[in-house]
């Protein structure tokens, strides 16, 4: 019995490629998406621990270098003894003094910054001492440390974007000094070497003193390595207990875990999505193999009919099914296991010409990945040949010989009735996460969209159904009869049609999801951004790094400028509460920010400084106009200041809570950076004569970008897109697997049909038309899903953006002439599915087909 | 009686080296207008090989098959299509009908499948000769075998083809379901003067036709006309005799009832005259 059905199984290698290749699909899929997942978290832990010691030290509230994004503020430092009192505590092994900026970039040999937007670029004095838990800590790649003032050392994955090699000279821009130059003698890297986009530079410590820090002697932060076996917390608490006011001491695994938290903000979406993804993944690789199997067994009805007319009992005709489909899942799964490995480290590559690099991190395999790869493969293969294999050894021989090796017509069932229930109760919950006010309206939206989606999956026949009668008018109209033989084919089981346009909609609706979000975050923040500018020229910084404020003498300089207003950008405490500062003029924050005030404005009465806070600010310490409050200075003094004018945060700019006067700001902040320039012209300047001119005096600050506001708006809005264009390669993945999912149904479709098609061919269909009729269905199976899975996603979408309301995606923009593209590209897609099917089916032989049993 | 379609020569040759089988080996062949022609031999004989060629399903090997006047090796595959669709109907043994179209629809494909508008006079005229005017609505699955056949030959006739061609068109039908397909092939050349050439090896089915053709290995090897189903029986029992000689029951002598010999042969014949000639004359005297 089994050698009757391994022989069966080879001699319909077409149809054993193809109900594989289903399997490979589907698994490769959910594979490639475990795995990079997993991929992703790691590459994440390796940079987080790599970088911490045992025990950190640092003053509080500043955090840890490359974390932070709102460094600029004035660091307060450690002496060198502070530091040297340290190794004397009980417990620690090695200490290290810390001096560290995260706006020190190098440039290319073009000149350019070599770095990716939003990325750090971290420059510190070299340290060798190993990390968190005797973890590799900073380590030399290859070379030596800097041992002079013009040395220095780069992480391998910057050296190699630059195009450098020991030896060169490198350009750098550093905050204080401008440009300077570097002999590149060693490579070298934290931990694993992940440095998700960031650039690492190494410095002598004098060296990374002077750009750093002006030359200040001193630390902002030191690395402790504690001896074999002590506690870290217990040395940690003993090293906090001699340090100066302002510093702490945290343990490793505490930073990490904080530093986790920050990260999950960011990552956290990710690992969401891509879980989400696999989830759906999952579903897709079901419907694709639960389809060609309900074929494949109902095409060899006939087949089993003989082996129970010859005495195969009824078991035997079971297990000889079953064992079918446990070999061909067995063969899938490994193969899927492998093509999704594969996957994984194309979206890795994709990535990192993308410029992300994700460090030493390679895919591996890991256990969850090859139970879930051969669960799905065997399981759902054994589940999707169970039920056709009851079904035909139920049959009474007699029956399915004399029937042909069809499918018979499918029922519709109760399946979508649930279906619609699903979408009912769906509904209503992303209703409530919407307009109701209940607790956790993500979970809510959540839920609502699983069942939603899950719903459309079951009842995509029914709520097709005024589309396909759509389509068949269309078809009708332009095709004639072959047009109505194309809708009457894809309508011929139902079911299995919607199965198969269902993992398109799946797709799609993820695809329209993500735009709907893209189109509103851009929209909302180039509205945001906008709505905020002022003047003609800004010069801002890439990686809201502040830079050198002696720019702005020559700016003013520049003939055609009229007004130039500076902002700062700081951190203080009010109370305990550490919040941001900002440094404007009274003149700046009318004419060059788009701040409302509520009240008052930004101007002295001679007595006391002036400042304006945010509502919040206000509320939380009880402050109105007219009251006087303090704020601390670095140097340990305070600043008395009144409460001139209260702001409502606003859209823009994240002007500081607290605003004072450029009087002012120098006591509280560093006013030797400054994070931005708005630069107003006169009316009869050249633009293009000044734009030269604003350029060269930034010519010493290569992180500087000189934009008019068009451009500036533009640059803020492509480092969206980007995330967006990644989003949407892992997207692109859902939409291939679900196209081949189309060319295997369709495949075997034709297969099923050849008679029929041998018909056609013989009363008078020519090739031509046979090719047509088959594209037409697949075209028509191809848009439905596209048509459903983008309302879907403009339901998903719109949903998520107003959830988001207060993330800052205020504007929903919905993308319609995008979304029409998508369901147009899907319909082509379906031209390209038809393709191998249409050129089987028109090339049957008219004889050999009518004789197909 | 003019020629609907002809062979010269019909040579088709399966398969190559050791395994070569000549199916048709150099037959002529005439299919006269408006007659009821059956194509008779047992299996492997070359009856269907010979109508797939004539019907342009298949291409020969050597020899040209002519639809009328048109060379039909020469063409295409599309310009064979529509020669197919415009001048041949087609009668199949089974699945004859496309299972999501309605016995309607499936009767006007072809005109459909051209473009072309459906007469409607002629369709009524041929749904009510086969008897077909409360089925038209049903899907084939909600039909009868012979119903199914007769929805097949009512498509076969929809475009007035030069030929019908039936493949065993009542091969799994049952006796009464058979004479009625067999009955509507008869009509179909009597009144509406439609040329029907059907494959056979049931001499009850052939018994319908005008001219009957006996293909043996590939050749044609007798033809009778207006036979009746004991002259085709009998036919057959000659041109296909049953060769194990074990099996073979000795002919009783023919004696007389005195016991002497029978002459062996009763009287002069003509050996020249071919059946054929010989039927021809029969007809005349019939008619």
């Known amino acids: 019995m089994l050698h009757a059905t391994w022989r069966s199984l080879w001699a319909h290698k077409v149809r054993l490629v193809l109900s594989a290749l289903s399997i ?107 990390a968190a838990g005797g973890q590799v800590g900073a380590r030399v790649v290859d070379g030596r440390p800097p041992e002079t003032a013009d040395e220095l050392m780069m992480d391998p994955a910057t050296v190699t974007r630059g195009g450098y090699v020991l030896g060169d000279t490198v350009e750098v821009s550093t905050p204080r000094s401008g440009l300077k130059s570097y002999t590149l003698v060693g490579t070298g890297t934290y931990g694993a070497g992940a440095t998700a986009g960031a650039s690492y530079l190494f410095f002598t410590l004098d060296e990374a003193q002077e750009i750093v820090q002006d030359g200040a002697e001193g630390f902002y932060a030191a690395w402790v390595v504690t001896e074999p076996g002590a506690d870290p917390a217990t040395v940690a608490d003993a090293v906090e207990a001699g340090l100066p006011e302002g510093f702490i001491a945290e343990t490793g695994d505490d930073l990490a875990a904080e530093i986790d938290e920050q990260l999950d903000v960011g990552l956290g979406f990710v690992n969401t999505f891509l879980l989400v993804f696999a989830g759906i993944a999952l579903l897709v690789a079901t419907l694709l193999i639960l389809n060609t199997f309900s074929i494949l067994v109902a095409q060899r009805s006939r087949e089993l009919a003989l082996l129970r007319a010859i005495g195969a009992t009824r078991r035997q005709v079971r297990v000889a099914v079953l064992s079918e489909a446990l070999a061909i899942g067995l063969v899938g799964a490994t193969l899927g296991l492998g093509v999704g490995y594969g996957l994984a480290w194309g979206i890795l590559v994709a990535m990192r010409s993308f410029g992300i690099d994700l460090g030493t991190a390679v895919p591996t395999i890991t256990w969850q990945a090859v139970v879930a790869s051969y669960a799905i493969g065997i399981v759902i293969t054994l589940v999707a040949a169970a039920l056709p294999a009851r079904k035909a050894s139920r049959v009474r021989p007699v029956e399915a010989m004399a029937a042909a090796a069809q499918s018979g017509p499918e029922r519709i069932g109760g399946l979508p009735m649930v279906g619609v229930a699903m979408i009912e109760v769906g509904v209503a919950a992303l209703v409530c996460a919407v307009w109701l006010d209940v607790p956790e309206p993500l979970w809510w939206a959540g839920v609502g969209a699983v069942l939603l989606l899950v719903g459309m999956v079951l009842a995509a026949v029914v709520v097709g159904t005024p589309l396909i009668a759509a389509f068949g008018a269309a078809y009708r109209a332009l095709f004639g009869e072959v047009g109505r033989l194309a809708r009457l084919n894809a309508v011929r089981q139902p079911r299995r049609t ?12 993820l695809v329209a999801t993500v735009a709907i979000l893209a189109a509103s975050t851009t929209t909302s923040i180039r509205e945001r951004l906008t709505a905020d500018q002022r003047g003609d020229f800004t010069l801002s910084p890439v990686a809201y790094q502040p830079f050198d404020a002696t720019v702005i003498d020559e700016v003013r300089a520049v003939d055609g400028v009229t007004d130039v207003y500076e902002f700062y950008r700081g951190v203080t405490r009010i109370g305990d509460e550490p919040v941001q500062l900002s440094g404007a003029s009274a003149d700046g924050l009318t004419r060059a920010s788009s701040l409302e005030l509520i009240a008052g404005s930004l101007s002295g009465d001679g007595g006391a400084p002036p400042a304006v806070i945010s509502r919040e600010v206000a509320d939380g310490h009880d402050l109105t106009l007219g ?4 704020l601390p200075t670095p140097t340990g003094g305070t600043v008395r200041l009144l409460v001139t004018g209260i702001h409502d945060g606003g859209p823009g700019l994240q002007l500081g809570d607290i605003i004072v006067d450029l009087d002012t700001y120098p006591q509280l902040g560093d006013a030797s950076l400054v994070q931005r320039l708005v630069v107003f012209t006169a009316d009869d300047a050249d633009p293009a004569a000044v734009r030269d001119g604003l350029e060269a005096a930034a010519d010493d600050l290569p992180t500087v970008v000189v934009a008019d506001v068009e451009e500036f708006i533009d640059a803020r809005i492509s480092q969206f897109s980007q995330l967006f264009s990644i989003l949407y390669a892992l997207l692109a993945l859902a939409i291939i697997i679900s196209v081949l999912g189309i060319v295997n149904t369709l495949g075997l479709s034709v297969m099923e049909r050849t008679r029929e098609v041998g018909l056609l061919r013989a009363v008078g269909m020519t090739r031509a038309q046979l090719r047509r009729m088959v594209t037409l269905e697949s075209v028509m199976v191809a848009t439905l899903g596209a048509v459903l899975g983008v309302v879907l996603g403009v339901v998903f979408g719109s949903v998520l953006v107003s959830l988001l309301r207060d993330d800052g995606i205020d504007i929903l923009v919905i993308p319609w002439l995008q979304l029409a593209g998508f369901v147009l590209v899907a319909g082509l897609f379906g031209v390209l599915a038809a393709v191998g099917p249409a050129r089987r089916a028109a090339r049957l032989n008219v004889l050999e087909s009518i004789a197909t049993e | 009686m003019s020629i609907a379609a002809r062979a010269r020569g019909l040579t088709k040759i399966y398969g190559s080296g050791s395994a070569v089988v000549t199916a048709l080996d150099n037959v002529d062949f005439d299919i006269h207008e408006g007659e009821f022609t059956a194509i008779m031999g047992p299996s492997g004989s070359g009856k269907s090989t010979l109508m797939h060629l004539m019907a342009a399903l298949d291409t020969p090997t050597a020899g040209e098959v002519y639809i009328g006047d048109t060379a039909v090796s020469t063409l295409d595959d599309t310009p064979l299509t529509v020669l197919r669709r415009d001048r041949i109907g087609f009668i199949f043994q089974a699945f004859n009908l496309v299972p999501t179209l309605t016995a309607r629809e499936n009767i006007v494909l072809p005109l459909r499948i051209a473009g072309r508008p459906v007469d409607d006079e002629w ?10 005017g409360d089925r038209l609505t049903h899907k084939p699955t909600e039909l009868s075998g012979g119903q199914q056949q007769r929805v097949a030959c009512a498509r076969a006739l929809m ?5 019908v061609f039936g493949d065993e068109p009542t091969g799994n039908l049952d006796s009464t379901s058979a004479a009625e397909v067999l009955g509507f092939l008869r009509r179909s050349v009597d009144e509406f003067g439609q040329t029907v050439v059907m494959v056979t090896h049931d001499a009850h089915a052939a018994s319908y036709a005008d001219r009957a053709v006996f293909l043996s290995d590939g050749r044609i090897v007798h033809e009778l006309r207006g036979a009746t189903q004991e002259d085709l029986l009998s036919a057959m029992s000659h041109i296909y005799p049953r060769t194990d000689a074990t099996q073979r029951r000795p002919a009783p002598e023919p004696v007389y009832r005195d016991g002497g010999h029978a002459p062996t042969h009763a009287g002069p014949v003509d050996d020249e005259e071919p059946t054929v000639e010989r039927s021809i004359a029969r007809r005349a005297l019939m008619g």
């Open chain 2, 123 to 132: 369709f009524e005229r041929v749904v009510g000769v086969l008897g077909l």
């Open chain 1, 627 to 630: 009251q006087l409050f303090d």
């Open chain 2, 159 to 163: 475009n007035r083809p030069d030929i």
């Open chain 1, 24 to 130: 490979v699909l589907g698994v490769a899929f959910v594979a490639g998406s475990l795995l990079f997942t997993n991929l992703l978290s790691s590459s994440f832990d390796q940079l987080v621990k790599g970088a911490l010691a045992d025990v950190n030290v640092s003053a509080e509230g500043v955090g840890i270098e490359g974390f932070d994004q709102t460094t600029g503020l004035q660091q307060v430092l450690m002496s060198p003894d502070d530091v040297a009192a340290i190794a004397d505590v009980d417990g620690v092994a090695q200490v290290e003094g810390m001096v560290s900026s995260s706006q020190i970039f190098p440039l290319d040999k073009d000149g350019n910054l070599l770095s990716f937007p939003g990325a750090p670029g971290v420059g510190m004095n070299w340290i060798q001492a190993p």
């Open chain 1, 498 to 509: 919607a199965a198969t346009a269902a993992t398109l909609m799946i797709g799609l609706a």
